[in-house]
């Protein structure tokens, strides 16, 4: 995959230093929030106004859409879908092979919008993507911040008031996001992108010696922080969703298995389960990419058959109510 530098879209360029990848950092950081409604910031919450570029490959963009369904904002914030697989400019739009199209600005790539908000601009074209129809623009494409707004901004246009991130919470969700992100969600990225052995390992090491520690906590609680759904919950998620489809074998992440960990893999399923959620999975999107467009990982490009994983099977985290 590419990026574009300076408005032109060239090949890709190292992310790695001594063998290790390097997430880099997103650009758009604007905040839509309900007080805005009052004129007190340029992104007010209005039913309408804001769109999703999303792929449902991506745990990042898949984070956004759990939140959109919770929260039940599907006639507040359209969405749009990339197809699949990468094309000459990365994530694209059509329906070929599963996608949308951009509903909202009629292009064939996520790149041209990125240029719509700024002509110049150099990075990753990255989802999730929050887009301001009335300015135009890029309002924000961190998938952490994105659900924080759409948890609490746009509450008046739904009457659906749960709280995922609980002011009483908030310390322990962030300390448990900073512990998942580094050594879970980034974490089979940084094993599974890097370039020498020592890299590799590090990763790897830390991916199951984090997974080891949530079992535990699991096996003594049914969420991540207590008796209560949080936003922590859903940021491990998209991770394990994906786990054992195509971290553990395409990112070499296999010392176990998500349903080798009896809690972890209960949690799993008892998340899935959750009304709404399942329709926001694609297993056949998140394999098709993976192992189709990140041929720096998988050369052939061949995409396995397997596995085939019940999600719907009962679990038993009910015994924690």
């Known amino acids: 995959m590419g990026l574009l530098v300076d408005g032109a879209w060239q090949e890709d360029v190292s992310r790695t230093k001594e063998g290790r990848f390097i997430r880099p950092a997103t650009r758009f950081h604007h905040f839509v929030t309900a007080d805005a409604a009052a004129g007190k910031g340029d992104f007010p919450a209005e039913s309408g106004r804001y769109h999703l570029y999303v792929s449902l490959a991506c745990p990042w963009a898949h984070r956004t859409l759990i939140f959109r369904k919770l929260k039940r904002l599907e006639e507040v914030i359209s969405v749009s879908t990339t197809e699949p697989l990468y094309g000459k400019m990365g994530w ?3 329906t070929a092979r599963g996608g949308t199209a951009d509903i909202v600005n009629g292009k064939s790539a996520l790149a041209e919008i990125y240029l719509i908000a700024d002509p110049h601009y150099t990075g990753r074209v990255s989802v999730p993507v929050l887009w301001d129809k009335k300015q135009r623009t890029i309002v924000n494409n961190e998938s952490s911040e994105i659900i924080r707004m759409l948890n609490s901004a746009f509450d008046a246009f739904t009457g659906r008031s749960t709280d995922y991130y609980p002011i009483e919470l908030r310390a322990e969700i962030d300390r448990i996001n900073e512990i998942v992100y580094t050594n879970v969600n980034n974490g089979v990225y940084r094993a599974g992108f890097a370039t020498s052995q020592e890299a590799y390992e590090e990763a790897a090491r830390a991916i199951f010696a984090t997974l080891d520690r949530l079992e535990e906590r699991l096996a003594r609680q049914r969420y991540l922080v207590g008796s209560r759904l949080t936003e922590a919950d859903w940021r491990l998620f998209t991770t394990l969703i994906r786990f054992d489809t195509v971290y553990y074998s395409h990112f070499k992440c296999n010392v176990r298995r998500i349903a080798d ?31 189709g467009s990140q041929r720096q990982v998988n050369p052939t490009g061949i995409v396995p058959i397997g596995p085939l994983i019940d999600f719907t099977a009962p679990h038993d985290r009910g015994r924690f109510s």
């Open 261 to 291: 960990y009896a809690n972890l893999w209960n949690y799993l399923r008892d998340l899935y389960q959750v009304p709404g959620i399942a329709e926001t999975v694609s297993i056949d999107h998140i394999k098709r990419h993976y192992y």
């Open 92 to 94: 694209e739009f059509g």
